[in-house]
């Protein structure tokens, strides 16, 4: 088996080098996460009339609550 590894510098314990290791490994193959297609937006968001105010409706002493909070 021919070492791919080496430490050239410093004296590093096992348990460094194997966290070196799992991290030079992990780097080199990505997990395989299944690619799922973007939820579609909606629309409504973009609708200007969105903000505008719901229309008043008229009837006995309307004009008493519209100027309630």
Do not use: C, F, Y
Request: charged share 20%; proline share 16%; net charge positive.
């Amino acid at each position: 088996m021919t070492a791919h590894l080496r430490i050239v510098r410093g004296d590093a314990t096992p348990e460094e080098i194997a966290a070196l290791t799992t991290v030079l490994v992990a780097r080199q193959n990505p997990p395989a996460v299944p690619e799922t297609p973007p939820a579609p937006r909606s629309q409504t968001w973009r609708n200007p009339a969105r903000g505008m105010r719901k229309p008043v409706a008229p009837g006995k002493s309307a004009w008493r609550m519209s100027a309630l909070p």
